[in-house]
């Protein structure tokens, strides 16, 4: 297992993805994406098209956890968001930046051959 971590000052996906490639991991699992971000960009589908995505930015921090995968060298992440008064969001996460604390992603390489 490779510990990917996001710090203060980056945004979560262009990180994980400079991280992974320095690890060397093209394809694999991230079974546990844990931390708080500052603001980020989530989509989810309209009910009458699931081809379509429906992008909604926030600017407030959050509690962030989440799962995702590694393909091809392209981070693919779905996370559940929690804000201030017990509200949590879910869905795609299109971008999120890291501010004051950090993002840690578990991650799991798929073996080669």
Request: glycine share 10%; proline share 4%; net charge negative.
């Given at each position: 297992?490779?510990?990917?971590?996001?710090?203060?000052?980056?945004?979560?996906?262009?990180?994980?993805?400079?991280?992974?490639?320095?690890?060397?991991?093209?394809n694999?699992?991230?079974?546990?994406?844990?931390?708080?971000?500052d603001?980020?960009?989530?989509?989810?589908?309209?009910?009458d098209?699931?081809?379509?995505?429906i992008?909604?930015?926030?600017?407030q921090?959050?509690?962030?956890?989440?799962?995702?995968?590694?393909?091809d060298?392209?981070?693919h992440?779905?996370?559940?968001?929690?804000?201030?008064?017990?509200?949590?969001?879910?869905?795609?996460l299109?971008?999120?930046?890291?501010?004051?604390?950090?993002?840690?992603?578990?991650?799991?390489?798929?073996?080669?051959?």
């Amino acid at each position: 297992m490779k510990l990917l971590s996001v710090k203060p000052g980056e945004e979560v996906i262009d990180a994980l993805t400079r991280r992974a490639a320095e690890e060397g991991i093209t394809n694999g699992a991230i079974v546990s994406l844990i931390g708080a971000v500052d603001e980020c960009a989530i989509s989810n589908m309209p009910a009458d098209d699931a081809s379509t995505d429906i992008v909604n930015e926030y600017r407030q921090p959050f509690e962030l956890s989440g799962t995702g995968e590694i393909r091809d060298g392209k981070v693919h992440v779905h996370v559940v968001l929690g804000r201030e008064g017990d509200v949590a969001l879910a869905g795609h996460l299109h971008r999120a930046r890291v501010e004051t604390f950090f993002v840690h992603a578990y991650t799991l390489p798929l073996q080669q051959g």
